[in-house]
Antibody, heavy 120, light 107 residues
Framework: QVQLQESGPGLVKPSETLSLTCDVSGGSISNYYWTWIRQPPGKGLEWIGYMFYSGSPTYNPSLESRVTISIDMSKNQVSLKLSSVTGADTAVYYCARVQAVAVDDYFDSWGQGTLVTVSS | DIQMTQSPSSLSASVGDRVTITCRASQSISTFLNWYQQKPGKAPKVLIY???SLQSGVPSRFSGSGSGTDFTLTISSLQPEDFATYFC?????????FGQGTNLEIK
């Protein structure tokens, strides 16, 4: 059973860069897409982007100018960087695995999420 | 972006009730539609993928149907552990998008 664990600073100052990592255990990063999703407190879910273990990332156009997703195969880690943050970026950030089947792609394993607050 | 609209936004029901939640896409997404359940302080959990396929380990009281633009999630007989927020999500095209959620509360 694959497990995902997000980690990173819980508080980031406005205009700085948010950096999170997701440790993947109990399974390999290979052969899957990995994604980041966020949820502002009390609100809905927003897809940030995804990346295949050996490919180029795809980002949500609403965040594309500020976001970078990368994978470190040697560490079994997926990373997220979001630059020039504002209060609107305050959210719980989740990493998840994308399960690709013939009929669909869906998020079948999630980390527990990590709250990042943007504040001075 | 494809807009996903759920109805109702909130719903009160009793244990044993049959409940249906609707999700409508702003354009046709075939059957690229997934349903998630989220409990307070927890990550979402997939219930249904491909509009109607039950994820392994999910109780059979959950079912999904629909194609094109209109989809439903049905819980045949509510159990106490089913009170949660439910989201639909389209994976027809990026950016993937979610419905705003349906909060299912105990009556």
């Amino acid at each position: 059973q694959v497990q995902l664990q997000e980690s990173g600073p819980g508080l980031v100052k406005p205009s700085e860069t948010l950096s999170l990592t997701c440790d993947v255990s109990g399974g390999s990063i290979s052969n899957y897409y990995w994604t980041w999703i966020r949820q502002p407190p009390g609100k809905g879910l927003e897809w940030i982007g995804y990346m295949f273990y050996s490919g180029s990332p795809t980002y949500n156009p609403s965040l594309e100018s500020r976001v970078t997703i990368s994978i470190d195969m040697s560490k079994n880690q997926v990373s997220l960087k979001l630059s020039s943050v504002t209060g609107a970026d305050t959210a719980v950030y989740y990493c998840a695995r994308v399960q690709a089947v013939a009929v669909d792609d869906y998020f079948d394993s999630w980390g527990q999420g990590t709250l990042v607050t943007v504040s001075s | 972006d494809i807009q996903m609209t759920q109805s109702p936004s909130s719903l009160s029901a009793s244990v044993g009730d049959r409940v249906t939640i609707t999700c409508r896409a702003s354009q046709s997404i075939s059957t690229f539609l997934n349903w998630y359940q989220q409990k307070p302080g927890k990550a979402p959990k997939v219930l249904i993928y491909g509009a109607s396929s039950l994820q392994s380990g999910v109780p059979s009281r959950f079912s999904g149907s629909g194609s094109g633009t209109d989809f439903t999630l049905t819980i045949s007989s509510l159990q106490p552990e089913d009170f949660a927020t439910y989201f639909c999500q389209q994976s027809y095209t990026t950016p993937y998008t979610f419905g705003q959620g349906t909060n299912l509360e105990i009556k």
